[in-house]
């Protein structure tokens, strides 16, 4: 069998849970509502073109990413385990606003992956003449449907593809509401780019250890998180109420430059407070690039003193994606700041 016959056969399931990309302006109202994605070929007839077998999915209800919860995640993991077998790869049409957060959580929740997990949206609807719709769904099959010559994905990871470029799904961040470039991945070159053709960046791809032994999920989120974002002006009421909530067991803080906070006493004493009482302190960076290194400034010493632990260069949603599932997987919260050490799924450089 030559590659272009393996891909040529390939079978994809497309998953729509919402978002702008399924829209379609009703031409009487102008009004924008969701298309019937059992449609989808009449809809991008440009799909018939890859002769792909396209099987389609629709969650009910569809909806406002904005609205995404969890519970969606769980549903998605439990749809690609429970069709895993019958595909090739996996495309899934999400609403931009919070699609890093969903493809960060589903590439801690499943495991030894061998599979393309690849979601899309646009930024115009794609009955919009000017969609970008068409191309980041076009080409987001065809990455879906990629086989190396030994048959296997090219890219059998949970990514992010949008505006030309393919990109780890927990290293991505949405950075512009307008643009068509609306995702960036500012630590981690893209994993592949589209042009006249795919060029992909084979040695950043992940590859299972073992292609054979299926794929495990993990469902268990444990969503006790808050995130504090410092800034100046901070009082000690708003900080004492999110590091020290009993309903919280982790905070994810959103530090300055290399992960500095101010050093007053009622700050760290506060920091201090709440992780004498076991809660997991995770120190992400603010900046768009680079990473948390406690050690540089006198500030970070003081965080990294009183209990706060590293999130390297992880973006936020990858941090919450990974809180959520690694509480959930253990009530030790010792461990739990052990693990975060780890790099489970190329979320952090080390
Ligand atoms: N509000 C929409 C959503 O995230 C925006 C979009 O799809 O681009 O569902």
Redesign the pocket.
Known sequence: MTPSDQTRRASLLLIYT????GMKQDPSTQALSPFDFSQILEEVPELRKFAYRIDSYTFDPI????DVEPGLWQSLAKLILEKYDMYDGFVVL??????AYSASALSFMLENLAKPVIFT???LPIGIPRTDGKENLVSAIEIAAAKDKDGHAIVPEVCIYFDNMLMRGNRASKVSSDNFT?FRSMNMPPLAEAGISIRYNTPLIIRPSDWDSGLTIHTGLDTRVSILKIHPGITPQVVRNILCGEETRAVIMETYGCGNAPCKDWFINLVRQAAASGKVLLNVTQCLSGTVNMHLYSNGKALLEAGVVSGYDSTTESALGKLFFLLGQTGDNTLVKELLNRNFRGEISI
């Open positions: 919402g978002g702008t990309i909806m406002d990413s904005s999400h609403g931009t606003d919070t699609m949206g646009s930024q609306a």
